[in-house]
Protein backbone atom coordinates (compact mmCIF):
# COMPACT_ATOMS: atom_id res chain seq x y z
CA UNK A 1 0.00 0.00 0.00
CA UNK A 2 0.80 3.34 -0.95
CA UNK A 3 2.17 5.33 2.23
CA UNK A 4 1.09 8.71 -0.09
CA UNK A 5 -2.00 10.41 0.61
CA UNK A 6 -2.70 12.46 -3.36
CA UNK A 7 -6.28 12.69 -3.07
CA UNK A 8 -9.06 12.78 0.07
CA UNK A 9 -12.91 12.65 -0.52
CA UNK A 10 -14.96 14.19 2.26
CA UNK A 11 -18.47 12.94 2.82
CA UNK A 12 -20.10 15.92 5.08
CA UNK A 13 -19.90 19.64 4.67
CA UNK A 14 -20.55 20.69 8.03
CA UNK A 15 -18.14 22.33 10.33
CA UNK A 16 -16.10 19.03 11.67
CA UNK A 17 -16.11 17.64 7.49
CA UNK A 18 -15.47 21.67 6.91
CA UNK A 19 -12.31 21.87 9.00
CA UNK A 20 -11.24 18.25 8.04
CA UNK A 21 -11.04 19.50 4.35
CA UNK A 22 -9.72 22.91 5.01
CA UNK A 23 -6.51 20.79 7.48
CA UNK A 24 -6.14 18.22 4.84
CA UNK A 25 -5.87 21.10 2.10
CA UNK A 26 -3.40 23.28 4.26
CA UNK A 27 -1.30 20.80 5.42
CA UNK A 28 -0.68 18.34 2.95
CA UNK A 29 -0.37 18.22 -1.09
CA UNK A 30 -3.53 16.08 -1.09
CA UNK A 31 -6.51 17.03 -3.55
CA UNK A 32 -9.48 17.58 -1.76
CA UNK A 33 -12.93 17.32 -2.67
CA UNK A 34 -15.57 18.12 0.07
CA UNK A 35 -19.34 16.06 -0.95
CA UNK A 36 -22.92 17.32 0.44
CA UNK A 37 -26.41 16.96 -1.13
CA UNK A 38 -27.39 20.03 0.08
CA UNK A 39 -26.25 23.34 -1.94
CA UNK A 40 -26.72 25.80 0.65
CA UNK A 41 -24.38 23.36 2.86
CA UNK A 42 -21.48 23.44 0.15
CA UNK A 43 -21.78 27.20 0.21
CA UNK A 44 -21.46 27.46 3.73
CA UNK A 45 -18.38 24.81 3.62
CA UNK A 46 -16.42 27.39 1.24
CA UNK A 47 -17.14 30.12 3.45
CA UNK A 48 -16.29 28.54 6.68
CA UNK A 49 -12.83 27.16 4.03
CA UNK A 50 -11.88 31.09 3.99
CA UNK A 51 -12.98 32.06 7.22
CA UNK A 52 -10.25 29.50 8.63
CA UNK A 53 -7.67 30.83 5.90
CA UNK A 54 -8.48 34.81 6.76
CA UNK A 55 -7.98 33.90 10.84
CA UNK A 56 -4.99 31.92 9.86
CA UNK A 57 -3.37 34.18 7.48
CA UNK A 58 -3.98 37.55 10.39
CA UNK A 59 -2.10 35.08 12.82
CA UNK A 60 1.00 34.65 10.59
CA UNK A 61 -0.25 31.04 10.57
CA UNK A 62 0.06 29.95 7.03
CA UNK A 63 1.41 32.62 3.88
CA UNK A 64 -0.42 33.68 1.58
CA UNK A 65 1.04 31.88 -1.60
CA UNK A 66 0.06 28.42 0.51
CA UNK A 67 -3.26 29.72 1.48
CA UNK A 68 -3.69 30.59 -2.51
CA UNK A 69 -2.40 26.67 -3.26
CA UNK A 70 -4.77 25.16 -1.20
CA UNK A 71 -7.44 26.81 -2.37
CA UNK A 72 -6.74 25.08 -5.82
CA UNK A 73 -6.82 21.94 -3.92
CA UNK A 74 -10.04 22.19 -2.70
CA UNK A 75 -13.28 21.30 -4.87
CA UNK A 76 -16.68 20.30 -4.00
CA UNK A 77 -19.33 17.64 -5.28
CA UNK A 78 -23.14 18.07 -4.67
CA UNK A 79 -23.51 14.88 -6.63
CA UNK A 80 -22.02 10.59 -5.77
CA UNK A 81 -21.87 10.40 -9.80
CA UNK A 82 -18.63 10.80 -11.34
CA UNK A 83 -16.20 10.87 -8.32
CA UNK A 84 -13.15 11.61 -8.41
CA UNK A 85 -10.08 9.29 -7.95
CA UNK A 86 -9.39 9.18 -4.09
CA UNK A 87 -7.11 6.98 -2.06
CA UNK A 88 -8.96 7.78 1.45
CA UNK A 89 -12.80 8.47 1.68
CA UNK A 90 -13.20 10.55 5.33
CA UNK A 91 -16.93 10.38 6.86
CA UNK A 92 -18.69 13.40 8.75
CA UNK A 93 -21.89 13.16 8.84
CA UNK A 94 -24.61 13.32 11.33
CA UNK A 95 -24.11 10.87 14.11
CA UNK A 96 -26.64 7.76 13.04
CA UNK A 97 -25.50 4.37 12.76
CA UNK A 98 -28.24 3.77 9.61
CA UNK A 99 -27.39 6.77 7.78
CA UNK A 100 -23.46 6.15 7.57
CA UNK A 101 -23.73 2.33 6.61
CA UNK A 102 -25.98 3.65 3.56
CA UNK A 103 -23.63 6.42 2.80
CA UNK A 104 -20.57 3.72 2.61
CA UNK A 105 -23.06 1.33 1.18
CA UNK A 106 -23.48 3.62 -1.65
CA UNK A 107 -20.02 4.53 -1.76
CA UNK A 108 -18.69 1.36 -1.78
CA UNK A 109 -19.78 0.69 -4.84
CA UNK A 110 -18.48 4.12 -6.80
CA UNK A 111 -14.95 3.94 -5.11
CA UNK A 112 -12.27 0.99 -6.52
CA UNK A 113 -11.30 -1.42 -4.06
CA UNK A 114 -7.68 0.20 -2.73
CA UNK A 115 -9.53 3.17 -1.91
CA UNK A 116 -9.59 3.26 2.14
CA UNK A 117 -12.56 4.19 3.76
CA UNK A 118 -12.41 6.45 7.17
CA UNK A 119 -15.33 7.36 9.65
CA UNK A 120 -14.95 10.29 11.93
CA UNK A 121 -18.14 8.65 14.23
CA UNK A 122 -17.24 10.19 18.08
CA UNK A 123 -18.75 6.70 19.56
CA UNK A 124 -20.29 4.27 17.34
CA UNK A 125 -18.98 0.79 16.33
CA UNK A 126 -16.72 1.26 13.45
CA UNK A 127 -16.71 -2.99 12.96
CA UNK A 128 -20.76 -2.05 12.15
CA UNK A 129 -20.07 0.97 9.88
CA UNK A 130 -17.48 -0.94 8.01
CA UNK A 131 -20.04 -4.16 7.98
CA UNK A 132 -22.25 -1.99 5.03
CA UNK A 133 -19.18 -2.75 2.93
CA UNK A 134 -16.85 -5.33 1.47
CA UNK A 135 -13.78 -3.74 2.35
CA UNK A 136 -14.12 -4.07 6.15
CA UNK A 137 -10.15 -4.42 5.95
CA UNK A 138 -9.78 -1.68 4.38
CA UNK A 139 -12.00 0.66 7.10
CA UNK A 140 -11.19 2.68 10.03
CA UNK A 141 -12.83 5.03 12.56
CA UNK A 142 -10.56 8.54 12.55
CA UNK A 143 -11.80 10.22 15.46
CA UNK A 144 -11.14 14.28 14.84
CA UNK A 145 -11.48 16.97 17.42
CA UNK A 146 -13.39 20.28 16.64
CA UNK A 147 -12.19 22.38 15.63
CA UNK A 148 -10.22 19.74 13.63
CA UNK A 149 -7.93 22.29 12.11
CA UNK A 150 -6.71 23.39 15.41
CA UNK A 151 -6.83 20.54 17.98
CA UNK A 152 -4.18 18.26 18.29
CA UNK A 153 -5.28 15.04 19.38
CA UNK A 154 -6.78 12.57 16.79
CA UNK A 155 -8.19 9.08 17.45
CA UNK A 156 -7.30 5.66 15.41
CA UNK A 157 -9.88 3.19 15.57
CA UNK A 158 -9.48 -0.23 13.85
CA UNK A 159 -12.59 -2.31 13.03
CA UNK A 160 -12.39 -6.10 13.65
CA UNK A 161 -11.39 -6.64 10.30
CA UNK A 162 -8.90 -3.73 9.77
CA UNK A 163 -5.73 -5.11 8.16
CA UNK A 164 -2.41 -3.78 9.79
CA UNK A 165 -1.80 -1.55 6.74
CA UNK A 166 -4.83 0.36 6.82
CA UNK A 167 -3.49 1.22 10.36
CA UNK A 168 -0.18 2.66 9.42
CA UNK A 169 -1.16 4.13 6.36
CA UNK A 170 -3.95 6.26 8.53
CA UNK A 171 -1.60 7.02 11.08
CA UNK A 172 0.94 7.84 9.05
CA UNK A 173 -1.31 10.62 7.17
CA UNK A 174 -2.39 11.84 10.49
CA UNK A 175 0.75 12.83 11.79
CA UNK A 176 1.99 14.18 8.45
CA UNK A 177 -1.11 16.75 8.97
CA UNK A 178 0.67 17.15 12.20
CA UNK A 179 -1.52 15.16 14.89
CA UNK A 180 -0.85 13.02 18.02
CA UNK A 181 -2.38 9.67 17.45
CA UNK A 182 -3.95 7.57 20.39
CA UNK A 183 -5.39 4.17 19.55
CA UNK A 184 -8.56 2.70 20.81
CA UNK A 185 -10.30 -0.65 20.39
CA UNK A 186 -13.78 -0.59 19.04
CA UNK A 187 -15.97 -0.39 21.87
CA UNK A 188 -18.39 2.62 22.68
CA UNK A 189 -17.26 5.68 22.91
CA UNK A 190 -13.64 4.48 22.35
CA UNK A 191 -11.57 6.10 25.14
CA UNK A 192 -11.85 9.75 24.89
CA UNK A 193 -15.93 9.94 24.17
CA UNK A 194 -16.35 7.44 26.92
CA UNK A 195 -14.47 9.25 29.41
CA UNK A 196 -15.21 13.25 28.62
CA UNK A 197 -18.80 12.59 28.33
CA UNK A 198 -19.15 10.70 31.46
CA UNK A 199 -17.57 14.36 32.95
CA UNK A 200 -20.24 16.61 31.15
CA UNK A 201 -22.97 13.77 31.98
CA UNK A 202 -22.12 13.76 35.32
CA UNK A 203 -22.09 17.81 35.30
CA UNK A 204 -25.88 17.35 34.29
CA UNK A 205 -26.72 15.37 36.89
CA UNK A 206 -24.78 17.80 39.60
CA UNK A 207 -26.57 20.88 38.13
CA UNK A 208 -30.01 18.95 37.94
CA UNK A 209 -29.58 18.21 41.53
CA UNK A 210 -29.24 21.85 42.25
CA UNK A 211 -25.84 20.93 44.13
CA UNK A 212 -24.23 24.41 42.02
CA UNK A 213 -25.01 26.69 39.13
CA UNK A 214 -23.60 26.01 36.09
CA UNK A 215 -20.66 28.76 36.15
CA UNK A 216 -19.22 27.30 39.66
CA UNK A 217 -19.40 24.10 38.19
CA UNK A 218 -17.70 25.04 35.30
CA UNK A 219 -15.12 27.20 37.29
CA UNK A 220 -14.49 24.07 39.81
CA UNK A 221 -13.24 22.18 37.16
CA UNK A 222 -11.24 24.57 35.30
CA UNK A 223 -9.35 26.17 38.25
CA UNK A 224 -9.79 22.55 40.62
CA UNK A 225 -8.44 20.33 37.76
CA UNK A 226 -6.80 22.62 35.31
CA UNK A 227 -9.37 22.13 32.35
CA UNK A 228 -9.64 24.30 29.77
CA UNK A 229 -12.88 24.28 29.36
CA UNK A 230 -15.78 23.01 31.72
CA UNK A 231 -18.00 19.86 31.33
CA UNK A 232 -20.75 21.91 30.80
CA UNK A 233 -19.73 25.01 28.55
CA UNK A 234 -17.80 21.98 26.61
CA UNK A 235 -21.21 20.29 26.12
CA UNK A 236 -22.73 23.36 24.68
CA UNK A 237 -19.78 24.03 22.40
CA UNK A 238 -20.09 19.88 21.17
CA UNK A 239 -23.72 20.21 20.82
CA UNK A 240 -26.23 18.60 23.24
CA UNK A 241 -27.98 16.58 20.83
CA UNK A 242 -24.55 15.12 20.07
CA UNK A 243 -24.03 14.55 24.01
CA UNK A 244 -27.09 12.75 24.39
CA UNK A 245 -26.15 10.34 21.57
CA UNK A 246 -23.00 9.76 22.42
CA UNK A 247 -24.60 8.99 26.20
CA UNK A 248 -27.28 7.02 24.46
CA UNK A 249 -24.92 4.49 22.79
CA UNK A 250 -22.63 4.40 25.63
CA UNK A 251 -25.83 2.98 27.40
CA UNK A 252 -26.99 0.92 24.82
CA UNK A 253 -23.66 -0.44 23.96
CA UNK A 254 -22.60 -1.45 27.58
CA UNK A 255 -25.94 -2.21 29.51
CA UNK A 256 -24.77 -0.21 32.40
CA UNK A 257 -27.01 1.97 34.22
CA UNK A 258 -23.82 4.33 35.09
CA UNK A 259 -24.13 5.42 31.37
CA UNK A 260 -27.78 6.53 31.70
CA UNK A 261 -28.08 9.41 30.08
CA UNK A 262 -29.31 12.69 32.88
CA UNK A 263 -32.69 13.70 32.15
CA UNK A 264 -31.44 17.19 31.77
CA UNK A 265 -29.89 16.50 28.23
CA UNK A 266 -33.34 14.87 27.21
CA UNK A 267 -35.45 18.18 28.90
CA UNK A 268 -33.19 20.38 26.65
CA UNK A 269 -33.04 18.53 23.88
CA UNK A 270 -36.53 18.16 23.58
CA UNK A 271 -37.10 21.90 24.00
CA UNK A 272 -34.45 22.68 20.90
CA UNK A 273 -31.78 23.81 22.99
CA UNK A 274 -28.65 22.43 21.76
CA UNK A 275 -25.70 24.81 22.93
CA UNK A 276 -24.37 27.37 21.30
CA UNK A 277 -25.33 26.58 17.63
CA UNK A 278 -29.44 27.37 18.43
CA UNK A 279 -28.27 30.43 20.87
CA UNK A 280 -29.03 28.35 24.28
CA UNK A 281 -27.81 25.12 26.12
CA UNK A 282 -26.80 25.36 29.34
CA UNK A 283 -25.79 28.53 29.25
CA UNK A 284 -27.63 31.60 27.06
CA UNK A 285 -25.67 32.71 24.38
CA UNK A 286 -28.55 35.26 22.51
CA UNK A 287 -30.08 35.04 19.39
CA UNK A 288 -28.10 33.02 16.47
CA UNK A 289 -28.08 35.33 13.30
Known amino acids: MDNIVSSVF ?3 SGFMGSAIAYLIATQSKAQVCIYDKYPSAIEKAQKTFERFGKSALEKNLIASEDLDNARRRLTTSGTLDNLPESDLVIEAIAEDLSLKRELFRILDEKFPTATIFASNTSS ?11 RSDRFIGMHFFSPAHIMKLLEIIPAVDSSKATVKYVSDFARSLGKTVINAKDFPGFVTSRLGMMLVNEAAFVLMEGVSSAEEIDRGMIL ?3 H ?21 TLHKGFGDSKYRPCPLFRQLVAAGHLGKKTGKGFYDYGAIT
Request: contains cysteine; glycine residues 10%.
Open 10 to 12: VAG
Open 124 to 134: LSITAIAAATK
Open 224 to 226: GYN
Open 228 to 248: PMGPLALADFIGLDICLNIME
